[in-house]
């Protein structure tokens, strides 16, 4: 009897055991397919950022992404610390030029010319002794007849960094029409564009020139609006790109200098405006509540670009390499804007290219600072960033 009931106790101890064993082995399972799923969650939408459509480097594509999932503080923080730790060096010559004119009468200093468009001085920094050219303005893009459609100037902003150079494009208020364009990820992804996400067939003709637009909607502070798409709701005093009816623009702060008219069809917003009726504005080095990108964003010593306008009404275009944010509000008071903002940073983001279109329609750009290192192509093919390009009236 004794033995009948050792082997009947052993027999349900075993199958006590197995039974443990097996969900155990089903518990190990479960958490195995759990894991599995947690990371091919992420590596099928990290798949579909790479393969998404429009024009982006690798490396743009994977920091945008990580930033579209939860490591926008991160990559914030490195991208601070890796910019803001890297000054450019006090002393030495010019790092970078601005593409010019290469003919006989292409070049001008400030004032009236005889074609028509009033050049603002430029002011280079007190005691240091000019370069040559430096803040000299050139024809770098003109029509077939020979009106001046782009000129074009550098000079050194910062006396702390005398390397560090800007580019500087004028586009004539009376030679020139701007237009905005989407990118396929930017303002809105998937949006629809009826003209598509690069500079339309029918204006490549005429091409101009063309650049970037603002930060990422999410960052920007601000909204994006054409008579085709209200993208994304403008938002009040936001620096603001706006273009009329007749391709002409006016930079300003909006509901306050600029606001929505019949006469309107295109407004970009970003940030808050960095100059002000010929003034810097305050707290440039403070950036208060972020209004000028994330905290301590204004130290990165980075590419950088900024949109304004002169005291003609004319637009212009500053950037360079190794730019604080109150370095490049300098360089764009320097150069005579009156109203301004800050456009894009980084230098996978800053493009200005001078275009020159062919008799067969082809198109070849040439950079506004030879170390931008944006495609040659860019904008002329899907881009996933939204931009502006310039035509010829």
């Known amino acids: 009897m004794n033995a009948l009931r050792f082997l009947s106790a052993s027999i349900r101890c075993t199958g006590q055991m197995i039974t443990t064993r097996s969900r155990r082995r089903a518990r190990k399972r479960w958490i195995a397919l759990v894991c599995c799923l947690l990371l ?9 950022a790479l393969l998404y459509p429009g024009s982006a480097s690798f490396a743009v594509r994977s920091v945008e992404w990580a930033r579209d999932h939860g490591g926008g503080m991160l990559i914030d923080t490195i991208e601070t610390w890796r910019y803001s730790r890297h000054a450019p060096p006090a002393d030495g010559a010019p790092q970078d ?3 010019g004119g290469n003919g006989p009468g292409d070049s001008a200093a400030g004032g009236q010319l005889r074609a028509g468009t009033d050049l603002p001085p430029v002011k280079t920094l007190p005691g240091i002794r000019p370069a040559p050219q430096e803040g000299v303005w050139s024809a770098a893009r003109r029509s077939a007849t020979g009106t001046p459609l ?3 100037t550098w000079f050194r902003p910062d006396p702390a960094h005398l390397p560090v150079t800007v580019g500087v494009a004028l586009m004539p208020r009376n030679a020139d029409r701007l237009r905005l364009m989407p990118g396929t990820r930017e303002p809105v992804a998937g949006m629809s564009s009826t003209d598509g996400y690069s500079v339309p067939a029918d204006d490549r003709r005429s091409l101009v020139a063309t650049f970037n637009a603002g930060f990422k909607m999410q960052d920007a502070h601000g909204g994006w609006w054409t008579t085709e798409s209200a993208a994304v709701p403008l938002a009040d005093d936001r620096a603001s790109v706006v273009i009329l009816r007749d391709g002409t623009a006016v930079v300003g702060t909006w509901n306050r200098t600029v606001r929505m008219t019949p006469d309107v069809v295109a407004v970009r917003q970003n940030l808050d405006p960095v100059i002000v009726d010929g003034n810097i504005v305050d707290g440039l080095t403070a950036n208060a509540q972020g209004r000028w990108g994330s905290a301590r964003s204004q130290f990165q010593y980075t590419w950088r670009s900024g949109l304004g306008t002169d005291a003609h009404g ?3 275009y500053v950037a360079g390499q190794g730019l604080t944010l109150a370095t490049l509000a300098s360089a764009m008071h320097q150069v005579g ?10 230098a996978a983001m800053v493009s200005f290219d001078i275009e020159q279109p062919a008799p067969n329609g082809t198109v070849t750009g040439k950079r506004l600072l030879e170390s931008m290192n944006s495609p040659a192509d860019r904008y002329l093919v899907d881009d996933q960033r939204d931009f502006f390009y310039v035509v010829a009236r």
Do not use: K
């Open 314 to 316: 004319n637009l212009v």
């Open 40 to 48: 091919v969650v992420p590596a099928v939408s990290y798949v579909r």
């Open 150 to 152: 782009l000129w074009t």
């Open 337 to 346: 804007i009156q109203q301004g903002m800050e456009l894009d940073i980084h």
């Open 97 to 99: 030029v601005a593409a």
